[in-house]
């Protein structure tokens, strides 16, 4: 099994920026791809951006040009850093692992809420 906690949640006034986390614990070495969803009330979840295990990134069209999504394998960790956040962008934000040969997210974090202000 592998565990997910994400940090760096908080309220920022629209145009500002935030950085989330994403720590790994458990079976590190089963993971492969990773990824950043979210999901707003009422909203379906939907996938911001993802990370192969080669470090390859893809984005939402919403979030290209604001959101970077990196890796940090000798820390286990993933982050998104979020810039020029707009009133599109609040809600609970959800770090998730695919396993290596899976053909989805199996392991998912508890979220960590983003709030903006406008």
């Known amino acids: 099994q592998v565990q997910l906690v994400e940090s760096g949640g908080g309220l920022v006034q629209a145009g500002g920026s935030l950085r989330l986390s994403c720590t790994a614990s458990g079976k590190i070495f089963s993971v492969d791809a990773r990824a950043w969803y979210r999901q707003a009330p009422g909203k379906e979840r939907e996938l911001v951006a993802g990370i192969s295990s080669g470090g390859r990134p893809s984005y939402a069209d919403s979030v290209k040009g604001r959101f970077t999504i990196s890796r940090d394998n000798a820390k286990n960790t993933l982050y998104l850093q979020m810039n020029s956040l707009n009133p599109e962008d609040p809600a609970m934000y959800y770090c998730?692992?695919?396993?290596?040969?899976?053909?989805?997210?199996?392991?998912w974090g508890p979220g960590t809420q983003v709030t903006v202000s406008s």
């Open positions: 998730a692992a695919r396993p290596l040969r899976a053909t989805r997210y199996n392991y």
